[in-house]
């Protein structure tokens, strides 16, 4: 095997073991995470308090918009190596006033400045550049509440953030996850970052307090200015501060100039459901295409997760791999083909060539990818008026670019690390004053016209893998929405192996591998949340379901 192809395995691997290597707090019965259960409304996101502070606004008479501002800006500080006001993401809404479905695109655009060159061969240090402050993006999620918030909301901004401050000012207890992630990334920190996470130079450790003074500081000026804290005022000047002595592209410029995007989301009916999910910019769409390869195929017959339909998926999920590699592109600039890529017609010519007995490999287009990092989170909210909000929010990698910029407690993303640099110029790459492309996959099911189920998971290249996944259990197997977030999962991983959770059993493992599939055995793939709602004869809801994924250290509570 090449080296570069080995090493890309290796990194793949790496990712979603640690993501989900098992700890005392991560090793308890996935019989241990409920059901939740309410009558108001339903939150489930990555962490207790994040979900607490979405109820809270619930309870104050907002809605799941404002709700959802709030828990962005708790995970923000409970799980700040993962999302925030430095970070991007994919929002997709449901507005039960009109009836409408929309996303709202917060990944922004790539700094006008930026040079993809740095980012290749042979420019020295070019993988250190992906890494560091050469590949910070406009940072888009504090535009994104706002425009959420001006245009939805029924609360005050500056209430929605109360939760958050004070849990940066006053600090919480830390996991023994959070302690091990940030004990991983410490050496680099800034001695400046040091002096927040750690203690005489050392991290802070599990079961210590976590204060964040200086972030506290920012969510007030982001609740007292709205977003121009960050797109032009103090929070951008100083974001602008630290690129210029850090040799990032990202300038006050960029910030100035960012817009959240609201985008019409792309849809396909599944077996009399409407399953919807973001558009381009987006690269969300791969994901219903293996829902349209799967419909060709009786999955309730073939039997969950047997190996005649994991063998069915892993070839469906290959495919739609290669489609997103081959495909994904700026809408405006150049779009992938949907109207053929999500056609009935399409799926019956790709399934013929699927051979039911044995695997084929996998030969991708002339493109080189770089593995999407795994540290991301998502979120679910729906309020008593039936309004919904599924969001995936991210820094990139665990702290991003590892650049916290000076007096803010802000971690800025290293969004561009995710590009396509091979061969230069192709659609993924790093074109400067480009929307940046994501692969995050909010998706919201719709039964008899009416939102039924909302739900989206992290993962990098694993999402758009995960969520289809949970879609057939619903529908397929009719799990509730519990049982589909636990179920194991498969992934497509390149260069040409098949990710399965250790819960499926060894035998099937054997038979996919005599089927010509290499198999890797992983403890978990993402860290999924999810909601359904049930209505009354006039369309009212009247009862929201809710789960956390047991592989994180999420809570799903309903209202």
Request: with cysteine.
């Amino acid at each position: 095997m090449p080296v570069k192809q080995f090493a890309l395995v290796f990194v793949t691997i790496w990712f979603v073991f640690v993501s989900c290597k098992k700890t005392s707090e991560t090793s308890r019965s996935v019989e241990d995470r409920d059901l939740a259960v309410g009558t108001k409304g339903m939150v489930s996101a990555a962490h207790p308090l994040a979900t607490q502070a979405g109820l809270n606004v619930l309870k104050a008479g907002g809605n799941a918009f404002d709700a959802a501002v709030a828990i962005a800006a708790t995970l923000n500080v409970v799980e700040p190596q993962n999302s925030g006001i430095g970070g991007y993401g994919t929002i997709l809404i449901y507005d039960a006033g009109s009836g409408k479905t929309r996303f709202l695109d917060s990944s922004g655009k790539i700094p006008q400045k930026v040079d993809s060159d740095v980012f290749r061969s042979p420019t020295p240090n070019y993988r250190e550049n992906r890494r560091g402050p050469k590949a910070v993006s406009t940072p888009g999620n504090v535009n994104a509440w706002w425009a959420m918030s001006s245009e939805y909301g029924r609360l005050k901004w500056p209430k929605l953030f109360k939760d958050a401050i004070n849990a940066a000012e006053q600090g919480f207890e830390m996991s023994e996850r959070l302690a091990r992630t940030i004990e991983n990334a410490f050496p680099d920190f800034s001695e400046y970052a040091r002096t927040i996470y750690g203690r005489d130079d050392n991290p802070l450790g599990s079961g210590e307090r976590l204060l964040q003074k200086d972030l506290s500081r920012s969510l007030v000026l982001i609740a007292k200015e709205g977003a121009r804290a960050v797109y032009g005022g103090k929070l951008g000047k100083a974001i602008d501060k630290e690129m210029r002595e850090s040799g990032g592209f990202l300038s006050i410029d960029d910030l100035r100039a960012d817009r959240a995007e609201w985008w019409e989301p792309i849809h396909i009916n599944y077996r009399g459901y409407t399953v919807v999910t973001a558009s381009p910019p987006s690269t969300a769409f791969p994901s219903l295409i293996r829902l349209g390869l799967m419909s060709r195929f009786d999955n309730a017959a073939l039997g969950h997760n047997s190996t005649a339909y994991l063998h069915r998926f892993a070839e469906a999920t290959k495919h739609a791999f290669w489609c997103r590699l081959a495909y994904a592109g700026d809408p405006e600039i150049n779009p992938p083909p949907l109207k053929r890529l999500l056609s009935e017609k399409y799926w019956k010519e790709v399934v013929k060539e699927i051979d039911l007995k044995k695997s084929k490999p996998f030969i991708p287009p002339n493109v080189v990818v770089n593995t999407e990092g795994k540290n991301t989170t998502h979120f679910v909210v729906a309020d008593k008026w039936g309004n919904i909000v599924s969001a995936t929010q991210t820094l990139g990698n665990s702290f991003g670019c590892r650049i916290m910029v000076e007096g803010t407690g802000v971690w800025l993303n290293n969004s561009l690390a995710y590009c396509t640099f091979e061969p230069k110029g192709n659609p993924m790459d790093a074109h400067a004053g480009h929307r940046k492309l994501s692969g995050d996959c909010p998706t919201i099911v719709f039964k008899e016209g009416k939102p039924w189920a909302a739900l989206g998971t992290p993962g990098g290249h694993t999402i758009g893998q995960t969520v289809p996944q949970m879609v057939m259990n619903l529908i397929d197997f009719g799990m509730d929405i519990r049982k589909a977030i636990i179920a194991p999962r498969i992934s497509f991983s390149e260069p040409d192996r098949i990710l399965i959770e250790n819960q499926i059993s060894a035998s099937i493992l054997k038979e996919l591998q005599e089927m010509g599939h290499t198999i890797h055995e992983v403890r978990g793939l993402g860290n999924a949340h999810g909601l359904t709602i049930e209505y009354d004869a006039r369309g009212k809801p009247v009862r929201f379901k809710g789960a956390a994924d047991p592989r994180g250290m999420g809570l799903a509570k309903g209202y």
